[in-house]
């Protein structure tokens, strides 16, 4: 079964990893963290949450599926305060019910100090 790679955008630093991942009828997506379209991470918790749900879209797309083919989600956030503002969010961007599976932890950090989220998730693509 081949596998189909899914790179950065070409104007995104990003470590050696793909995005994305195709094989067969899943896709696993890297974590993405809160990076906006110049690379830049804002301040802001909700900034940057948005800015994932952004990219994180932008890779199901690419991989030929939709938010709602999600299945499995993990959220690492590097703020226990972020969980409840977090929750209202996800609920809005992944939402209605029901929902993929989901994990939430809360980590000491992410490779860059000042990343306070990333979501990575795995998705089913339905043979249409």
Excluded: W
Aim: proline share 10%; net charge negative.
């Amino acid at each position: 079964m081949p596998i189909h790679h899914l790179p950065a955008p070409p104007h995104i630093k990003a470590p050696p990893l793909s995005f994305g991942t195709r094989v067969g009828d899943l896709l696993f997506i890297s974590g993405i963290p809160g990076f906006d379209a110049h690379g830049n991470l804002p301040d802001g918790f909700e900034a940057q949450f948005v800015n994932v749900v952004t990219n994180f879209t932008r890779v199901l797309t690419e991989g030929g599926a939709g938010i709602r083919d999600l299945v499995k989600v993990n959220v690492l956030l590097t703020r226990a305060s972020d969980v409840a503002v977090m929750n209202r969010l996800y609920e809005e961007a992944f939402g209605p019910a029901p929902y993929p599976a989901r994990t939430t932890c809360v980590v000491v950090a992410l490779p860059d100090p000042k990343m306070l989220i990333e979501i990575e998730g795995v998705a089913a693509i339905s043979k249409a």
